[in-house]
């Protein structure tokens, strides 16, 4: 049964690259009732894209490494091995933002797209959600300096094999996206490689 919920007041808290909202709200208890009333921050998230670009012709993955704020002083280098991605602009759908930003932090053009699936990232205090899929590419002469100067972007392309890859995961490879990819990865391999080569 669906539980209700009623939002008292939303205060705007900050305003910058992040938006930072703080309700306070109650909601139905499972034991019947309304819970006290609580206050709670919330860090607006937008719906975000990202895509893990893989070959299957070479058994190879394109990923990327760029300096994560998230990561400093959290993990000994915070230059981390990712997935593509980027957010939904008004007007654009999830399918098109993985088409921009695998060219934008690539330079890589998708042959074709796999859904994974529909996540929150933090939901204790964050609204992001993302969009993750699997994106077909050739990896050949994928690799060098990309990203976009006015975004503030310094994106390392690297082309890595599949078992290398899954080596990194949990080092490198500590992130959402890429962690949930990667494993969606290791159990649809084998169908990926029949229908895409």
């Known amino acids: 049964m669906k539980k209700r919920f009623?939002?008292?007041?939303?205060?705007?808290?900050?305003?910058?690259?992040?938006?930072?909202?703080?309700?306070?709200?109650?909601?139905e208890c499972f034991a019947g009732g309304w819970?006290?009333?609580?206050?709670?921050?919330?860090?607006?998230g937008n719906h975000a894209v990202s895509v893990l670009l893989y070959d299957p012709a070479e058994d190879a993955l394109v990923l990327?490494?760029?300096?994560r704020i998230g990561a400093l002083?959290?993990?000994?280098?915070?230059?981390?091995?990712?997935?593509?991605?980027?957010?939904?602009?008004?007007?654009?759908?999830?399918?098109?933002?993985?088409?921009?930003?695998t060219r934008e932090e690539t330079g890589c053009q998708l042959l074709g797209l796999e859904r994974i699936g529909v996540f929150?990232?933090?939901p204790g205090w964050c609204g992001e959600r993302i969009?993750?899929?699997?994106?077909?590419?050739d990896s050949c002469g994928a690799g060098g300096i990309h990203g976009l100067d006015e975004e503030g972007?310094?994106?390392?392309?690297?082309?890595?094999p599949f078992a290398a890859a899954m080596e990194q995961l949990f080092v490198r490879a500590n992130s959402t996206s890429i962690v949930v990819g990667l494993q969606w990865l290791q159990q649809h391999r084998e169908d990926l490689r029949r229908r895409w080569s």
């Open 131 to 137: 969009s993750l899929y699997c994106g077909r590419v």
């Open 64 to 67: 990327i490494e760029q300096f």
């Open 35 to 44: 819970c006290p009333e609580i206050q709670r921050e919330r860090v607006e």
């Open 120 to 122: 929150f990232t933090t």
């Open 73 to 101: 002083g959290h993990a000994n280098d915070p230059w981390l091995l990712e997935t593509v991605g980027g957010y939904v602009e008004e007007g654009e759908g999830p399918e098109e933002v993985a088409l921009r930003e």
């Open 6 to 27: 009623q939002i008292l007041s939303m205060e705007k808290i900050h305003q910058g690259f992040l938006q930072l909202k703080r309700y306070r709200l109650q909601h």
């Open 153 to 160: 972007e310094d994106i390392r392309v690297e082309v890595m």
